[in-house]
């Protein structure tokens, strides 16, 4: 028989009470990108974004570590999540070019955002299954993550910033490329979690070399950085998956 988990306090120190702030703190910054977006300010609105994204892949760690996570945190973490990497991109990329399409255009983000949802709603049920039956991280999410979606999507004007590339896309074809990353996010198709990944200890050091270093040339030349990395990210789950496809069995 197991030892029954001592009760938790009805009281959580401040300390506690950070990782829900720091989601909080996100949802006000995808507010703001929305605002820069009606002021055309292309790119503080898209880094309101990306500010928010980090602060996304720090809250739940932090909110584990302090053993501080609760069902309202992960609730206001998945809101928070819909408002800044399905609401937030796909209304700045309408405002920043597909309004000229008019329906088309915003049919486009609502394809979007309405994927976002969904696909946030099927990790909501697949993470209450595996909290049910305290199943370990799993080394594949289905489909793309919002965050990485989101960081796709607005990958054209991660171009544009970076080489002054006006349109980088025709209209039509970005409206299509959006609603194709959107279905991406609902898609079956097994993309490679970070989360599982391990580092040997003998290549630790590299690691924070090079971790050091893309942390700088993000810093020196952000938008370069950004495109790199997508393109990075798209390469390296299209091996994982090809790698993954030859491994399972041929029927």
């Not at 009760?7 to 929305?34: E, F, H």
């Not at 809101?79 to 309004?99: H, K, Q, R, S, T």
């Not at 049920?125 to 607005?154: D, H, Q, W």
């Amino acid at each position: 028989m197991k030892d029954a988990e001592p009760p938790r306090s009805d009281k959580l120190t401040l300390v506690q009470l950070i990782p829900n702030m720091l989601t909080l703190t996100a949802i006000g910054l995808g507010l703001t990108s929305l605002r820069y977006g009606l002021d055309a300010r292309w790119e503080l609105a898209v880094q309101m974004i990306l500010l928010a994204a980090v602060l996304d892949g720090l809250d739940g760690r932090l909110a584990r570590a302090l053993g501080s996570d609760s069902k309202m945190g992960a609730e206001l973490d998945s809101l928070a999540d819909f408002l800044n990497f399905g609401v937030a991109p796909g209304f700045l990329l309408y405002l920043w070019a597909l309004e000229d399409l008019r329906g088309f255009g915003w049919l486009a983000v609502v394809v979007y955002a309405i994927c976002c949802v969904m696909r946030l709603a099927r990790f909501n049920v697949a993470r209450k299954e595996e909290a049910g039956g305290k199943g370990g991280e799993e080394a594949y999410f289905t489909g793309v993550p919002s965050p990485a979606g989101a960081m796709l999507a607005m990958l054209p004007m991660f171009v544009s910033f970076a080489f002054g590339l006006q349109p980088v896309l025709p209209d039509l074809l970005l409206a299509l490329y959006v609603m194709g990353v959107g279905l991406m996010m609902v898609s079956r198709v097994p993309t490679w979690s970070f989360k599982t990944t391990k580092v040997p200890r003998r290549n630790a050091k590299v690691f924070l070399v090079a971790f050091v270093t893309v942390g700088a040339l993000l810093f020196i030349y952000a938008w370069i950085s950004l495109v790199a990395l997508c393109v990075a990210y798209v390469v390296i789950v299209a091996f994982k998956l090809t790698t993954l496809r030859r491994r399972l069995p041929k029927t």
